[in-house]
């Protein structure tokens, strides 16, 4: 169910992401904005079940609500029996305030967790920072990693939260504790990326809850990097745009 809530949710923002726009215009003047959010509730939750108990705020549009769901954040117009449901841009800044809110969700939600649930490498005094959900046998992920000494000597602190794509209890899962209750956190990670064996080994580990971190920020693959501003780059990245975009660019040759 919650696969085919995704998809839906997917193309209806693809589709109707211009259709509210225009929709806006059109409908305008034949019916104000509404006002009660529980009116709005009602609407939402015939064809989005999950509104029953989302968080449905107003926003600077008058008569459109945002939905916040776990894999983002939605805006809908309600008038009488229609509803256009998608982004919403502002198109004098050109930003989707939906994305900028996820950010600052994912921001707040990376922020409020401690060091010691990620495996981290380089600097600890370092000035910049950014944070990679990862997976072991993902392969980007892999290469991502053979960069990371590259971002480390840019100033670069790079944290890892373990987000296994096949889920709790997986292969990946298991690996990852592994190398989270290895004596070497850092050299066994590297091991692992590699292909090479790790040790099995349990221990107290916090895998499970950054992987529920990480759909709860709406992480759908491997690597997703946030930058310490929150900004977030779903999949590989070279290290000299993720440098260019921490404004440090100029350290890359270095």
Known sequence: M???????????????AICLFVGLGLTAAQAGPLEDVDKVRAELVKMVPPASDAPILETPVNGVYRLE???????AY???????????????????????????????????TPLNKMIVYGPKDAKRHVTVFTDIDCGYCRKLHLEVPNLNEAGVQVRYLAFPRAGVGSESHKKYVSVWCNADQQAALTDAKAGKNVPPASCENPVAETYELGRKAGVSGTPTIILDDGTVTPGYVPYTVILERLGIAEQAGE
């Open 69 to 75: 769901l776990d894999n983002g954040f939605y805006y």
């Open 2 to 16: 919650e696969k085919i809530m995704q998809h839906m949710l997917k193309n209806m923002t693809s589709i109707l």
């Open 78 to 112: 309600v008038d009488g029996d229609h509803i256009l449901f998608g982004d919403l841009v502002n198109t004098k800044d050109q930003i989707n305030l939906g994305e900028v809110a996820k950010a600052e969700r994912t921001s707040a939600l990376i922020e409020g």
